[in-house]
Every structure is written in C-alpha cells, then in structure tokens.
C-alpha cells in the first residue's frame, strides 16, 4: 500500500506552545499589551507574522511595518531560547513507537509545519533524520489553513493527497488538510474538532490496528 502519514511538529511531535506562549507572553508585557492563553490558543498551527497581528490586535497604538518585523524578530529571540532547552525527552508519549510501526510497514512519514524553527526543533529531539520528508514554514508562501504544506510535503514523498493522513493539534491545521484532500486525525487541542475525520486525544491512546484499518481504508 502507498500511504504516508504527515505529523504537525508543534502540539503533535513535542509541546512547543508552552514556549510559544512564553515569549508572545514576555513581549506582549515588554510592550504594555494584554495577552493571556486563550489569546495564545489563536496562534496556534498560525504563521509567525500572522500571529503576530493577533497579539497586537490589543495594543493601544499602531505599529509600522518595521516595528512590527522588530517585535517578530524579538520574540522569534525568546522563543529560540526557550526551545535550546528540548530534548528527546519531550517528544510527547506515543509518537516514537508510532514512527517506528510506520517505518516497519513502509508508510512514508513527513513533518508538514508552518514554524521556520523546526530545524533545530527537530535536531534538538534527536528527529532531524527521522523523517522522509519535511516541509515547514521555511518552504511555503501560505500558512494554515492553506493547504500549500501538506501537498508540498505529499509531493516531496510522492504519494498521492487522497493517500495521505494528516496529525494535527490545530484548528487551522484540520482546514488545511482537508483543503488538501487529505484525511485528519485530530489530537490534542484538535480532539474535539468535528471536523476531523478521526480524534484521539493523544497519540499514546491509538492503537496500531484501529490506525492501520483507517491508512488502508
Ligand atoms: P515559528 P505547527 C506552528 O507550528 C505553531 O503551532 C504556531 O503557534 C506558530 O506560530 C507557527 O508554527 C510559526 O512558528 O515562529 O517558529 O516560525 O503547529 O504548524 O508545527
Ligand atoms: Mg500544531
């Protein structure tokens, strides 16, 4: 069978939205603007600029472009140093032995990300050649809920859209999957979206056999 499964990397692979929310957090009081975790849930599988506009859509003055790329920029810094910190310890729980049941059946895995930081997101994980193809926001012009990173990831592998299975944490992440033509398995965050074809709350609670009747169906 050809089929391919494509990871989200942050919120599916390891739990980087912590630190996501960290340095939106520290920027957001550096500049005298609220910010708080359910503000930080609408950045989630979101562009870096996109979310961003999110975080200013409470500041109480308007920021030029250059401003706006600076304080892009600066929480790209606090972020990073955040991240240094992950080891292989922090992939989530189930994710290792799914790849590895992957790989022993011949399903292609790919990581399909909208984040520019998954190159050492993924070295310091101990995953950068885990992977037969990665795409991530270093490659694509759109983001989440468009569908260019899983067909971009998805032609890297050569297997066909209707073939592939997507793993995703976010809202804008199941959009742009099923923009692919492509089925979703909703985890985390994205357990309760009724519009993925499939949920589990975590990847430790799929079962290799109810997962291996829905790649070959
Ligand atoms: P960066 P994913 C996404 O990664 C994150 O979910 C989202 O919160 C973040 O804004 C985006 O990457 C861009 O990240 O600033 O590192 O380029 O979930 O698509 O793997
Ligand atoms: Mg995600």
Not at 29 to 57: C, P, Q, T
Not at 146 to 159: D, M, Q, T
Request: aromatic fraction near 6%; charge should be negative; include cysteine.
């Amino acid at each position: 069978t050809k089929a391919a499964v494509i990871f989200d990397l942050d919120g599916v692979i390891v739990s980087t939205d912590d630190c996501h929310y960290k340095a939106w957090k520290r920027l957001a009081d550096e500049e005298g603007i609220y910010f708080d975790k359910e503000i930080n849930h609408r950045l989630r599988g979101v562009s870096r600029m996109e979310s961003l506009a999110i975080v200013l859509e409470r500041a109480n003055r308007p920021y030029t472009m250059e401003e706006q790329q600076a304080l892009a920029d600066r929480k790209n810094a606090y972020y990073r140093e955040l991240i240094q910190e992950l080891t292989p310890e922090h992939i989530l729980p189930g994710v290792r032995p799914l790849l590895e049941r992957l790989k022993q059946h011949g399903i292609k895995i790919a990581i399909g990300s909208s984040s520019k930081n998954s190159p050492l997101i993924l070295e310091r994980l101990g995953l950068a050649d885990e992977f037969d193809a990665v795409v991530d926001g270093n490659a694509i012009k759109n983001s989440k809920p468009h569908p260019e990173v899983f067909l971009r990831a998805a032609e890297k592998l050569g297997v066909p859209a209707a073939q592939c299975v997507v793993v995703e944490d976010a809202d804008a992440g199941v959009e742009a999957a099923l923009a692919a033509g492509m089925r979703v398995i909703g985890v985390g965050t994205a357990a309760s979206n009724e519009r993925a074809t499939w949920t589990v709350a975590s990847l430790a609670d799929l079962s290799w056999e109810d997962l291996a009747k829905f790649l070959a169906a």
